[in-house]
């Protein structure tokens, strides 16, 4: 039963991710900078570009 309600959760994520409201837009990379805001610094070497210079 927790299987069913996981993969529901999943299905209606995805949905979210694939609509055509979002014109457009890096979805994948607007989730990435708001999770990488709550968790705990990177202590295994890994860099990323930030989103200033991304869209420069």
Do not use: L
């Not at 299987?3 to 989730?31: H, K, P, Q, R, Y």
């Not at 999770?35 to 991304?54: A, C, D």
């Amino acid at each position: 039963d927790d299987i069913n309600t996981f993969i529901d959760c999943i299905i209606e994520i995805a949905e979210s991710i694939n609509s055509d409201n979002w014109n457009g837009e890096d979805v994948m990379g607007i989730f990435f900078n708001e999770f990488n805001r709550y968790k705990k610094k990177s202590e295994s070497g890994q860099v990323f570009t930030p989103e200033h210079i991304f869209y420069f």
